[in-house]
Each structure stands twice: as structure tokens, then as C-alpha cells.
């Protein structure tokens, strides 16, 4: 028997019944077939006689029989009949996820939760010091029942000639799974599995926010740390299956319930902070049956060939990003902003705050009244009796609160060495004092610790003032609970700014600040050009700590 025989119709190794050809691989051939013995579907890969691929096949096919992980599809049986090597491996049900992205890219909720099934699967097998060698969108599949299945382990590698691979190989390779599951486009030079590249800019991929609206910031950071040479804003690359695994879940959660409503994902995202701004691609009314209705023909048939329905509704390509109405608006991270007739937390304190620096500023221009008639009436005393001595010299007192808003010239990330890197996030500072509640600044994410992961002092932002200017409060926007921050002026010359943490000090703090405004009021007025506002301790974000701003009022 030789490769060319094997036929539908023939009985290979007196039991697998062939049935139809599914793909052809550099001569080697897969077939869809039954095993007669056991009566249930099986995927046969068959190498001709002689094929120097034999001994690359077995040795693969040993390897991917000891994978334990239920994901990864099982190598059933390997062995030569009449000169043919055949390798037979498990059959599902299902559709990979080439087929999937055919019809356009998945949601956010979606393609996390793909990855890092995925992700978990190659952590298991990482730890035994193997790889899977092709993890590719033809080798991924969500079965009829939702569940995530691996095909081809060790043995995809084997039958294209690739070699073994490596984790580090296999990590990469998820990151452009991920890339295009979210954009609908290859993160590569060529087009590729149905896909067309994407987009680059100065010899850098662009970000998935960049190439499709709505893309989660959590997911873009990821898909940057994955694929990025080298990761922006100084983030730590992503380089093994464990530590995507955690990142994944830190955004997307640890169920391993399939999403299969935009609606549901985009609660979901809501919830764990997931969603970043309020351009949301427009959801898709119509839901698909959990079960897939096409025949059984049309099945998976392990490796990607065969043109089933996705099991996913995925966003369409054509999809334009709508904005929120005022009602619904949120701050940028998923959370609902109050409508203005709706009464905030904390609105009274705040008002009685203003009430109080009213009366404490007439209470200061009163005080002050007295000491200029005092000290006059005892001048002209003076003058009355003892015209050869001097008047005593006056002592001015601290400048007056007018509670006037400070004009904001310009801003800039603190993060100084040798602690930090010099970056935090630069280019979204701006939106810290923009007049909008729906752009914010974050800071990194910070794993292990609040304080930064222990890492260093803190990090924050230097407000620029145009002039030495008189300030009596500054007030914080935050996003999250339990923030600790500090109001920071320059120690030595208030008109120049510090390079380093020890040329500030601190003249107000909060800790544990909740979510909303943060009023960072001084015990007196003072006279600077610029001001810092330090953050020492972050809220809890997904599985590490971040903190974040939206707006920043300096009051005079």
C-alpha cells in the first residue's frame, strides 16, 4: 500500500475505514476516517513510503501522547502498515479559528478568553520542557460545545518540516493570535491564514487600538508586551505562557465558560475594568445557537480545512464605533458617570469644603484690616512722641486663598531614576487636565505590591503653573479605590522644577482616597510655579495594581 493507494473506501491497518481527504501537507496527506473497532471519527495523517518525515512523525507523535492537558487533541495510534506511516489522532467537532476570522475579528471579552485558554494548555505543557511547534488560527478550535481544543501537537511541526519549536516560539505565535483576533488583521509582513497585514508605522505594528476602535486598553497592553520590539512606555515584555496566563485572567477573569453574547462580554469587560473609553463597536443583535446546525459533514475535521459556521458572532469588519449619549456616559474605564440632576457621593462635604474657604478667606482679609490700622494708629503714636526712633518693621503674613482656578500651562510624567524608567505614560498627561472626565492618565501596572510593587518612592505628574502662583488647594480626580497621594512643591527655588524625589516636599496627602474627588487642601496658602502630585499607593486592578486620573483643578 502506498500513499497513493490509500483511498476512500480503503481499511487502513485493518481498521481505520478511510472516509474523505482533508488537506495535503508537502505530500503527506490527512484524512478524515472511522475507527471501526471503537466506531468513532478519527483524523489519520499518512506519509508515503520512504518519506524522510517518518522518524520526525514517531518521535512527535511520543511526545504529544504524553500531553495531559485536555485541550490538546490525543495522538491515538502510530505506526507502518505495508510501508505507509500513519499517525491517528482524535477527531472535534467544531470550527478553528481561521474559519472564524474569515467573517471579521472577535470582541475583546472573546479573544481574551481564547488566548488564555490556549495560554493555560501550553503552561501545562511548557512545564514538562516541551512546545507545541505550530500554534497557528488552523490549529486552534472552539468546539460545538464552546471548549477550546489544540490539534496537531508536535506532530503539525513534524509533517511541515518546522522542527520542534520552542515555548518562547509558541508564546509569539499566540501573541498574533491574539493580534488578530482582535483586528481582523496579521500581525506580519504578508497576508496570511485569509488575513491581510497589518498596518506599520516607522517600522512598528501598530497597536490593535490603533487599527480597530474599541480594542480594551487592558488587551492592547498585552498584545504590545507579547509583539513589541520593544514594548511601549518601557513595559516588561511577555515572554513565557504563565505569564500571559496571568495577565489574561487579570482582565478577562479565570472562568473558562465561553462568552457568546456581546452583550454579556460587554458586562463582563465593565466589571473587571476591561473596557477603556467609551468608543464601544456597535453589538450584534442577532445571538447564535450554542449548537452549531450544520451537518455533520461539515464538521471540524482537525485541521483546519473544512468552511463550518463560527461559533462566535463576531464583530463586523464594517462596524463603526458609536459614542455614548450623556445619560449613559462613562469616565473611561467602564464605570457610569452620574447625570448632572443625580447627586454624587461625597457632593455635600465638597460644598461645605467651599463654604468653609470662603469663611476662612474673609475671616484672613478681616485679620488682616486690623494689623494695617493697628500698625498705623501705633505709627502715628510714634511719630508723636518719639520721632527719632524707626516704626517697627512689619511681618507680611502668607498670601490670601481666592479660590480662583489656576491656569494649567503644561504638565509632564514624573518617574525619576534610579528608581524608574522616566516614562509614565507621557503622552496621555494632557488628559489630566483637559476639562474632560472621560480621559484619563494611568499610571504602569504594578504587580504583587499597592506601593508600586515596592519598586520605588512613587510616580506622578509636575504641573506647570506658567508663574509663581498662589495655591491653597488642588483637587484629584481619581478612578479606583484606596489611592495614597501627595501635593508636592519644589524645596529650594518654587519657580524651578526638581529633577529627583528628594528636591519636593510635601505639603498635603490623602490616604486611601475612594474613588472620585480628592481635595488636597494646604494648612496656608503658598507661592509656587509648580506643583506635583505624587502617587505612593495604587488601587487593585485585574491581577496587579494601577492607579489613574481624570481630571486635576489647581484652586488659588
Known amino acids: 500500500m502506498s ?21 495535503e501537507i508537502d505530500g503527506a496527506r490527512v484524512w478524515r476516517a472511522v475507527d471501526e473497532v471503537l466506531s468513532r471519527a478519527v483524523v489519520v495523517d499518512v506519509l508515503p513510503v520512504g518519506d524522510p518525515r517518518t522518524n520526525l512523525l514517531f518521535d512527535a507523535a511520543r511526545r504529544a501522547a504524553a500531553a495531559a492537558d485536555p485541550r490538546f487533541l490525543r495522538v491515538l495510534d502510530c505506526d507502518i502498515h505495508e510501508g505507509v506511516t500513519y499517525c491517528v489522532r482524535e477527531w472535534a467537532g467544531g470550527r478553528p479559528l481561521e474559519r472564524m476570522l474569515s467573517a471579521g475579528p472577535l470582541t475583546g471579552q472573546q479573544a481574551g478568553w481564547l ?13 514538562t520542557g516541551q512546545s507545541h511547534g505550530s500554534i497557528s488560527p488552523s490549529t486552534v478550535v472552539v468546539t460545538d460545545a464552546g471548549a477550546i481544543k489544540v490539534v496537531g501537537l508536535a506532530t ?6 518546522t522542527g520542534p519549536g520552542s515555548p518562547e516560539q509558541d508564546v509569539r505565535a499566540l501573541g498574533e493570535l491574539l493580534y488578530a483576533s482582535l483586528t481582523g488583521r496579521w500581525p506580519g509582513p504578508a497576508p496570511a491564514w485569509g488575513l491581510q497585514p497589518a498596518p ?11 487599527v480597530r476602535a474599541g480594542v480594551p486598553r487592558s488587551l492592547d497592553d498585552i498584545s504590545d508586551r507579547l509583539l513589541g520590539y520593544p514594548p511601549r512606555h518601557h513595559a516588561v515584555p511577555i515572554t513565557s505562557a504563565a505569564g500571559l496566563s496571568a495577565a489574561l485572567s487579570g482582565v478577562i477573569g479565570s472562568s473558562h465558560e465561553p462568552p457568546n453574547q456581546m452583550d454579556e462580554t460587554v458586562a463582563v469587560a465593565r466589571q473587571n475594568g476591561s473596557i477603556d473609553d467609551a468608543t464601544q463597536v456597535s453589538p450584534v443583535i442577532q445571538t447564535p445557537p450554542a449548537l452549531d446546525p450544520t451537518p455533520p459533514q461539515a464538521a471540524y475535521n482537525g485541521n483546519g480545512q473544512t468552511q463550518p459556521q463560527a461559533v462566535y458572532t463576531p464583530a463586523p469588519p464594517e462596524s463603526r464605533p458609536v459614542r455614548r449619549q450623556p445619560p449613559a456616559s462613562h469616565n473611561g474605564n467602564g ?5 448632572a440632576d443625580e447627586p454624587r457621593p461625597r457632593g455635600s462635604w465638597g460644598g461645605r ?5 470662603a469663611i476662612l478667606a474673609l475671616l484672613s482679609v478681616i485679620g488682616i484690616a486690623q494689623f494695617l490700622v493697628k500698625g498705623a494708629i501705633n505709627n502715628d503714636q510714634g511719630s508723636g512722641t518719639d520721632s527719632g526712633k524707626s516704626p517697627a518693621p512689619q511681618t507680611s503674613g502668607p498670601p490670601a486663598a481666592t479660590n480662583e482656578p489656576a491656569k494649567i500651562v503644561g504638565a509632564k510624567d514624573f518617574d525619576p531614576p534610579p528608581d524608574g524608567n522616566g516614562e509614565e505614560h507621557p503622552e496621555d498627561v494632557k488628559n489630566t487636565y483637559d476639562g474632560k472626565q472621560d480621559s484619563t492618565w494611568t499610571t504602569m501596572s504594578y504587580k504583587r505590591r499597592p506601593d508600586l510593587g515596592g519598586t520605588k518612592e512613587g ?3 509636575v504641573y506647570d503653573l506658567g508663574a509663581v502662583t498662589t495655591v491653597s488647594q488642588v483637587t484629584v480626580d481619581l478612578i479606583g479605590d484606596k489611592t495614597n497621594l501627595e501635593l508636592m512643591i519644589p524645596k529650594a527655588d518654587s519657580s524651578k522644577s526638581a529633577s529627583t524625589v528628594s528636591g519636593w516636599k510635601s505639603v498635603a496627602s490623602a490616604e486611601d482616597a475612594p474613588e472620585g474627588p480628592a481635595a488636597l487642601k494646604l494648612a496656608a496658602p503658598i507661592e509656587t510655579r509648580y506643583v506635583l502630585v505624587w502617587l505612593t499607593s495604587l488601587p487593585k486592578e485585574g491581577s496587579g495594581y494601577r492607579g489613574e486620573i481624570s481630571e486635576v483643578t489647581i484652586q488659588q
Open 156 to 161: 503539525e511541526a513534524a509533517l511541515r518540516s
Open 3 to 23: 500513499n497513493q493507494t490509500v483511498s476512500p473506501g480503503a481499511l487502513l491497518a485493518g481498521r481505520y475505514r478511510i472516509a474523505e481527504l482533508l488537506a
Open 200 to 210: 506599520v508605522e516607522h517600522g512598528r505594528l501598530l497597536s490593535p487600538r490603533q
Open 459 to 461: 510616580v506622578g505628574i
Open 353 to 357: 469644603i467651599l463654604i468653609l474657604l
Open 115 to 127: 488566548a488564555r485558554e490556549v495560554s493555560e494548555a501550553l503552561e501545562n505543557l511548557h512545564r
Open 335 to 339: 464605570r457610569r458617570k452620574p447625570p
